[in-house]
């Protein structure tokens, strides 16, 4: 488990990014690109009136997202009850491509009960098994 990919709210891209420099000097790799688009500035996605209007506007982080979920070897779904549901759908993807997965916050719905699944309830336990655990 060396290659992350962070699947959380958009407006979250702040908070992941911090994680991923938490995580960067103890070799994790984080291959979330969605945390740095737009210099890190914007604080929401594509709302449904630009997709609805031009679809094609989408596609390209669509793709983006689902390359990033392909590289890395864990993806850790971050859970708060807001969002579109995108990262629903990451966590789909990476369950179907057997990827591990990891659930920080509470479970949403039953997919977050399978066999296999690991839950923290927050990133501070997480990191502390992961990485103190790991050291010491």
């Given at each position: ?9 958009y407006?979250?891209?702040a ?43 989408g ?7 689902i ?48 066999p ?19 050291t010491?």
């Open positions: 488990m060396k290659r992350l990919y962070f699947a959380a709210h407006a979250r891209n908070e992941m990014r911090n994680y991923r420099d938490r995580l960067t000097p103890f070799g994790y790799e984080v291959t979330s690109r969605w945390i740095d688009q737009h210099g890190g500035s914007l604080t929401e996605a594509l709302g449904e009136s630009d997709l609805n209007a031009d679809p094609s506007l596609t390209p982080y669509a793709e983006k997202d390359a990033d979920i392909v590289a890395a070897d864990t993806v850790i779904s971050f859970t708060n009850g807001q969002g579109r549901g995108g990262r629903h759908v990451e966590f789909g993807i990476a369950w179907a491509l057997q990827k591990q997965l990891i659930i920080i916050g509470p479970r949403e719905h039953v997919f977050h009960c399978l296999g699944i690991h839950c923290w309830p927050n990133f501070t336990e997480f990191y502390y098994n992961l990485v103190i655990g790991a010491g």
